[in-house]
């Protein structure tokens, strides 16, 4: 990759505002090569990962050499707005702090249900603002980049000023309880004291449900708090929470962002998103307005930082992931050749590991990669999901063609790595017919590959509206199939379409050759088997076991 015409952009206002105060922080880089994207370069303070022992990944350990989100947007809200707490009360957004316990949500088999969290994470932003108003009174203002939950997944308040994404549209219905019943007193924290008439007219007449329940607790205050939980329980929305309008606001507006355990959180009634990685990156001052696949965070001193991690008498050689969270082998690597430092250090000390990539780039390493597995076993696979090129094109634009992965598959086996393919996500109507999933097996084979990885889409929160976006733009005709297989929040096709899907790929992985495994048949976080020799003279070279490799869908 070419990198002439590169700009230091030490004091470039345009770049992360305060970044270059921070601690590590070297500088940041533009260059023609990649338009409208800002590298800031600094020095990490550690290289591994752990893994949290309840998840599902078979590794413990992992490294991100580059830090950086394609989907990220500022999500961010009026101070003023209603948050939910733990105890059951709504507070302004404004009098919150980092570890205070709020609630948020989580999906529990085909249930959204309410659960306890905490802020990690608060900043500050001024930007342009809307109001959005329902139909059962309640309002709430935020930037056009926030995302509330809706019965057709989450949804920004506006559409994009360059390209397209989903958005709120009039009758779109949020889910929540919302605010509307709450009279102005219980948003300014003040109740009404005085005027026992309208308290008990106003609880003559409520009706049940959990809007009510919270108008009444609002309004009454009880000292004894016990009941005002909703810990637990699902979200049912009962009230009428259609849009009726969105209405942009005249000027900027000073609005508030935070980060939360569980992803999101109940602003003024309603289910609000925030971001996942927001909370690692808020030390770079991303709150100004910056997404995160304009500014990525480049560890250009990761090597060396892992290498005295790896001498720490607490490390115990597990096997540690590459290419779990951001592909180190994305075009900026060859810029910054941070992987060869990494595979080295790791193979020095002793440390088994893996790389999962959709980069050709890889192939630049293959010496390295021989010379780690002499030492250590080293696990390679390559993530290939559409075979046919236009499908390629439309899903993922910016990774390198088909073709190029499989050669790519090719020179690695040829090296003597027994690879593995990830054939994932498989598409329902779009891949999973057998005509293409044998085509594709036969030129996973035919590359040299050893073994399949295979599972049906999973549409996790963040990827389900963008891909019904693109089922819109794309293949309208299919759309109401998908809605019937991931209806409502749900993220994985049904069961009984899952077991259809991998009764119909494992005998065509059997006919070509290869050895397959099940994206749910979750691998043991395993010790190793002899690592692979590289003898050109050796017919059957011995070569790692099925790989405890990264589950990406």
């Known amino acids: 990759m070419r990198w002439q015409g590169q700009r230091i952009d030490d004091t470039d206002e345009t770049a992360l505002p305060g970044f270059e105060n921070r601690s590590g922080f070297l500088r940041s880089v533009t260059t023609p090569e990649f338009d409208g994207m800002t590298f800031h370069e600094v020095l990490a303070k550690s290289a591994l990962n752990h893994v949290p022992g309840p998840s599902k990944m078979p590794f413990s350990w992992t490294i991100n050499p580059y830090r950086g989100c ?262 900026a690597e060859g810029r910054y050749r941070l992987m060869p430092g990494i595979l080295r250090t790791l193979a020095e000390s002793g440390t088994p590991f893996s790389v999962l990539t959709k980069g050709t780039l890889i192939r630049r390493d293959i010496p390295e990669l021989v010379r780690a597995s002499a030492d250590v076993p080293v696990d390679v696979q390559m993530s290939i999901a559409m075979f046919d090129e236009g499908l390629r094109r439309a899903i993922e634009p910016g990774a390198p063609t088909t073709q190029a992965r499989l050669d790519t598959v090719r020179a690695l086996s040829d090296a003597g790595f027994r690879v593995g393919v990830f054939l994932m996500p498989i598409m329902p109507h779009l891949t999973d017919s057998v005509a293409a999933i044998d085509d594709a097996l036969r030129r996973i084979a035919a590359a040299g590959a050893d073994h399949v990885i295979h599972g049906a889409l999973h549409l996790r929160p963040g990827v389900k509206p963008w891909f019904f976006q693109w089922l819109s733009q794309h293949r309208p005709d299919l759309l109401s199939s998908y809605r019937a297989l991931y209806p409502g929040v749900a993220a994985e096709a049904p069961k009984a379409y899952r077991q259809w899907l991998a009764k119909r790929v494992r005998p065509l992985v059997r006919v070509h050759g290869l050895t397959a495994q099940h994206s749910e048949d979750r691998p043991r976080r395993r010790s190793f088997a002899e690592p692979p020799r590289h003898d050109a003279s050796a017919t059957t070279p011995p070569k790692p076991a099925t790989p405890a490799a990264p589950m990406l869908f």
């Open 70 to 331: 394609s989907h990220a947007c500022v999500y961010c809200v009026d101070p003023r707005t209603l948050i939910l707490c733990a105890d059951g009360t709504q507070r302004r957004l404004s009098d919150l702090s980092v570890g205070d316990e709020i609630i948020g949500t989580r999906i529990e088999g085909s249930y959204r249900r309410y659960t306890r969290t905490r802020i990690k994470a608060k900043w500050h932003t001024r930007k342009k603002a809307y109001r959005v108003t329902l139909a059962d009174g309640t309002e709430l203002e935020a930037s056009g980049d926030h995302r509330f939950l809706t019965d057709r997944g989450w949804k920004h308040v506006a559409d994009a000023e360059r390209g397209q994404r989903p958005h709120l549209t009039l009758s779109n219905r949020l889910l929540g309880f919302g605010i509307g019943g709450l009279r102005e007193a219980v948003a300014t924290e003040h109740a009404i004291d005085d005027d026992r008439d309208y308290r008990l007219g106003y609880l003559s007449g409520m009706t049940g449900g959990l809007p009510t329940r919270m108008a009444f607790f609002a309004e009454t205050r009880p000292a004894i708090t016990r009941k005002l939980s909703v810990e637990g329980l699902a979200v049912k929305t009962a009230a009428d929470l259609r849009v009726v309008s969105i209405d942009p606001l005249p000027g900027e507006r000073d609005l508030v962002d935070i980060t939360t355990g569980t992803g999101d959180f109940i602003a003024n009634g309603v289910i609000s998103h925030n971001c996942f990685a927001r909370g690692t990156h808020t030390y770079l001052d991303l709150d100004a307005g910056r997404d995160f696949d304009t500014q990525i965070v480049v560890k250009v001193n990761v090597a060396e930082v892992l290498e005295r991690e790896l001498r720490r008498g607490s490390w115990h050689h597990e096997t540690v992931a590459l290419g779990t969270n951001t592909d180190p082998y994305q075009r």
